[in-house]
């Protein structure tokens, strides 16, 4: 360990199966939001049969095809008890798409079968009959702040909350969780877990250092971010708002 | 529907008219809309047609290089003086094959390329005498899901063909590989130089594991995304030696390649005008295609050298200095080609990236995420960058998060004001390269066409 300056990790879990929505765009964000602010991000890529470091300040989880996933459900579920451990003791975990689901109860698939989750998210997912898929807009709320978040959604899965944990937001446009209740995501703590990609990060800066902001926290940093020009990341967000929906 | 089917001759002429009667509107050619019309007024109109033609059929598929592989089957197949109907660029849905159909009279022979998700249909409504699978990469999630998805239907096209049916697949795509491996009657073709392959996946290849055990693949050789010569180290399945394959590949940048194959009706030196290894892919395909057709080894490369690009790969105009090479990128695998392709040329690259997000394109743009642009970086060989489109904000900021300094960059949404900034960039060096999407390429070319200096695209032949 080196006494520069303060070096952030990311652990980023099975990059080589859960990589179907460019989830390597929210691990660019995360790289770059910290570099432009003169702090630096170790990513520590963990694969089938790796094991999870528990020392890392971020945690993320992609989405996959059904068969990568199935793969990655029974070797997460035997290694889970660092990543556990971490997220109790405040590291950030975010779930996207397949990342998600694997972060709930479980997955009970449209052939009978039941994929294991990790429970940190009290969620249960069931698969539905055709997927859902389109723009998604929402009020999401982090930290008592509420802000507009943007992204897109391709999921067959149906997920349910639990008292264990809340919605990451209410969607203004889109089906979110499960087409029903109106709400997208899960939140308990510092662990999140959201059917939106697009990828996520990019076109939502706030909602990228708010993560950014708890993985700093949890490794011991006191100051806050600093702001960045985030002129493109704007505008980049309005058009996609302003698509949401529209027949095109 | 309850809509009872109307007798053949009365259909035919109705979808006709209905043809003629758009493009007098100016509403296109009627590429697709006198099929449309032929489904719904005679839906068994596809059957009886495609029986009709002597020669029979060949159907093409694959996520990229359909339109132009079919382009080059079909140079051949003019070469030797065979009559061809076809669908044009981009009509490869049932619609526009019945509207082929429609329009083939006195034709020998039927070819058309085909919408990966409606190959399974077409396969059962036109029983092809051949079919020329080349590959299933990750394009447009919303649209055709996953990959996985597509290789279970495509599993089940083959096994609904005749068996007498000609497959000819590409040997380098595991997926296709299984897909193909049921068929009694196979002609595969690959690529072998080991001097074009690469040494590790790129990021974002689909289906790296063995599908019969799901343990990693190992391969001696990537060629394009999880193409490339592959085994799988704990089951012992492997690829096959391609019956026909490249064993040199030239590639001569943006002007062109030369390829020597090896078919199992001799040998063939082949001279492209088309640049890439993608295009190499392209040719073999063709290559393999018309040797299933018995068509002399010796007419296929004079035939072949003949092409240009197609509408939109790797085509090239001139407005006023500038030249305007055009590269479509509809999704990661084309991208990455396209700029390894331009890569390739050893000057500064002034780009235009132009960004839809409409059906045909896919609405998720997330997919520019996959696609390492980060190698247009390397070495500061991007010499300016100009985004347009309807979601050029995001392309940008895909640039931005590579490392793309924002103050070089312009973001212009209009497709011809976009393109005005652009060729003002690249006058000094008189070269700009275009990256468009589907759509954004269909903007582009009625802009040049209004300036005078390209065909409609319903011309394009
Ligand atoms: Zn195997």
Redesign the pocket.
């Known amino acids: 360990m080196t006494t520069g300056p303060l070096s952030m990790r990311l652990c980023h879990l099975y990059p080589d199966h859960l990589n179907i929505y460019a989830d390597r765009g929210n691990i660019a964000v995360c790289q770059r939001r910290l570099e432009w602010r003169g702090l630096s991000l170790e990513v520590v890529e963990v694969g089938l049969g790796d094991p999870i470091p528990a020392d890392c300040h971020l945690y993320y989880l992609g989405g996959g095809q059904d068969r990568d996933q199935a793969l990655v459900a029974e070797d997460l579920e035997r290694k889970a008890d660092p990543l556990r451990q971490a997220a109790e003791d405040g590291a950030v975990v975010l779930g996207v798409c397949g990342g998600y689901q694997l972060l709930g109860r479980g997955y009970a698939g449209s052939d009978g079968r039941r994929l294991p989750g990790i429970g940190l998210l009290d969620v249960e997912t069931t698969a539905g009959a055709g997927r859902l898929v389109g723009d998604v807009v929402l009020d999401a709320t982090l930290s008592g702040q509420t802000r507009t978040v943007v992204g897109y959604e391709n999921h067959a899965g149906r997920t349910h909350l639990g008292p264990g944990c809340t919605p990451l937001g209410r969607l203004r446009r889109g089906h979110g969780n499960n087409g029903e209740d109106g709400c997208e995501g899960a939140v308990a703590g510092h662990s999140v877990g959201t059917y939106m990609h697009g990828p996520l990060l990019p076109k939502n800066p706030w909602l990228a250092d708010t993560l950014l902001g708890w993985a700093l926290a949890h490794a011991g940093h006191t100051e806050r971010l600093a702001p960045l020009d985030d002129q493109l990341e704007k505008s980049a967000h309005a058009a996609a708002a302003a698509r949401a929906g529209k027949k095109r | 529907m309850g809509m009872p089917s109307l007798p053949r001759g009365l259909a035919a002429g109705a979808a006709r008219g209905a043809g003629r009667l758009s493009q007098r509107l100016g509403r296109g050619g009627g590429t697709t809309l006198p099929g449309l019309l032929l489904n719904l007024l005679r839906p068994e109109s596809t059957a009886e047609m495609a029986r009709s033609i002597p020669g029979g059929v060949i159907l093409l598929s694959g996520t990229n290089g359909k339109t132009t592989t079919a382009r080059l089957v079909r140079a051949v197949l003019d070469a030797s003086g065979t009559k061809v109907a076809a669908n044009t660029a981009g009509a490869n849905l049932e619609r526009g094959v019945a509207t082929a159909l429609l329009n083939a009279d006195g034709a020998e022979v039927a070819l058309f390329e085909v919408d990966e998700a409606a190959l399974p249909a077409l396969t059962a409504q036109t029983r092809p005498r051949a079919v020329t699978l080349m590959n299933l990469f990750r394009d447009q999630l919303d649209r055709y899901g996953e990959l996985e998805h597509l290789a279970h239907r495509w599993r089940e096209a083959v096994s609904a063909l005749d068996p007498s049916a000609v497959l000819i697949y590409n040997a380098d795509d595991p997926v296709v590989t299984e897909v193909a491996s049921g068929h009694p009657n196979t002609l595969s073709y690959g690529l072998e130089d080991p001097r074009v392959g690469r040494d590790r996946l790129p990021h974002a290849a689909d289906a790296t594991e063995?599908r019969?055990?799901?343990?990693p693949l190992r391969y001696d050789m990537v060629t394009i995304a999880h193409l490339g010569r592959w085994s799988?180290p704990?089951?012992?399945?492997t690829r096959p030696v391609p019956d026909v394959r490249a064993i040199r590949v030239d590639l001569h940048g943006l002007d062109g390649q030369r390829l020597a194959i090896a078919t199992p009706r001799g040998p063939i030196e082949l001279s492209l005008r088309l640049p890439g290894m993608h295009n190499s892919y392209n040719a073999i395909a063709a290559t393999a295609t018309a040797s299933a057709f018995a068509l002399a080894p010796e007419s296929i490369g004079p035939a072949l050298a003949k092409r240009e690009a197609a509408f939109g790969r790797a085509e090239r105009t001139h407005i006023g200095a500038v030249r305007v090479t055009t590269l479509l990128a509809k999704n990661p695998a084309g991208a990455n080609e396209n700029i390894r392709t331009m890569l390739l040329e050893d000057r500064p690259l002034h780009l235009l990236a132009l960004l839809n997000d409409r059906t045909a394109d896919g609405r998720d743009v997330s997919w520019i995420w996959d696609v390492d642009y980060e190698l247009l970086l390397d070495g500061d060989r991007l010499a300016s960058l100009t985004v347009g489109g309807d979601r050029a904000y995001d392309m940008a900021l895909r640039f931005r998060y590579a490392g793309f300094d924002p103050e070089r960059l312009s973001i212009i949404p209009s497709v011809p004001e976009a393109l005005d900034a652009a060729l003002r960039a690249g006058s000094a060096v008189g070269d700009i390269y275009v990256l468009p999407t589907y759509t954004a390429l269909l903007e582009l070319q009625a802009e040049l066409a209004s300036r005078g200096l390209a065909p409609s695209f319903w011309e394009d032949r």
Do not use: F, L, V
Not at chain 2, 212 to 215: F, G, I, M, V
Not at chain 2, 234 to 237: E, L, S, T, V, Y
């Open positions: 063995c019969r055990c799901t343990a799988c704990a089951c012992g399945w």
